[in-house]
């Protein structure tokens, strides 16, 4: 936070719960799968203007712990989409100098998708300019419940705010400044429940393909209006 208690104009940390595909695919009279085709646009076009804006870390919410209970021709979709991403994607986003990781309980995917995800990460680790995060099998419920048992299996001895978040999922990356929800609704679908305790939210009617730059500016710009307190005065 600046001395005169503004936040930073810039957001560090934008996280994205990208919704709104199915809704924008039936609209065209199409399955719900190439909603989330355009949705995966959407995110290679966002990842370029995060990073335009001076954006330095990026999560994306693209796979929640309850998105299991869809059809099974969407999931299947939905894992198909995420093993092209995996095959054609990756070098793009190191050309520039993007950093890939993925968050969530990924034990639960194919061995196939495991071994993209792991070159991905290790291929695009060095990288600086800025930190794409892909939450996948992810629920904020499930991470603070996996946190509590990694703290019982090492012999549960008390633990603080700090020592706790020491056992998320990825706790070397900072707190979301800016919590954006597209496709219309009000709730946070359990996503960064521990990590967005003080971020600021932005929620837009935009459907996920849709989202672009002018939608982008808009919720920065809103984010750049607002006092941050912490609970002080
Ligand atoms: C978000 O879009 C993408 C995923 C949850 C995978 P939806 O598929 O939830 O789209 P709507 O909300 O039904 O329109
Ligand atoms: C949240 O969207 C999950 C993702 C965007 C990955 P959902 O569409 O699954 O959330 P609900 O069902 O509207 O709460
Ligand atoms: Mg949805």
């Known amino acids: 936070m600046a001395a005169d208690g503004k936040a930073r104009k810039t957001p560090f940390h934008v996280g994205i719960i990208m919704d ?31 990073h335009e804006l001076g954006i330095r870390y ?29 095959k054609n994607k990756i070098e793009k986003l190191h050309r520039k100098g993007a950093r890939i990781r993925f968050v969530g309980k990924l034990d ?70 800016l919590l954006i929800r597209t496709g219309g609704e009000l709730r946070m679908s359990n996503f960064w429940l521990w990590e967005g305790a003080y971020s600021e939210y932005y929620f837009t009617d935009a459907y996920w393909p849709d989202f672009d730059m002018a939608e982008l500016k808009r919720a920065v710009e809103s984010y750049a209006s607002r006092e941050r307190r912490y609970g002080a005065a």
């Open 20 to 50: 709104g595909n199915g809704r924008w695919a039936l609209r065209r009279g199409m399955p719900r799968v190439f909603g989330h085709q355009a949705g995966m646009k959407a995110l290679e076009e966002t990842v370029d203007n995060a």
């Open 108 to 177: 639960a995917f194919n061995v196939d998708i495991l071994d993209g995800v792991r070159y991905a990460e290790e291929y695009t680790r060095e990288n600086k300019e800025i930190d794409l995060i892909v939450c996948v099998n992810y629920g904020g419920r499930q991470e603070i419940v996996d946190a509590v048992n990694s703290v019982l299996a090492e012999g549960g001895g008390p633990v603080t705010v700090e020592t706790f978040k020491g056992k998320m999922y990825a706790p070397d990356i900072p707190d979301p400044d």
């Open 58 to 86: 990026l999560s994306v919410y693209a796979f929640s712990t309850e998105n299991w209970k869809r059809m099974p021709d969407e999931v299947a979709g939905l894992m198909g989409l995420f093993r092209l991403y995996l």
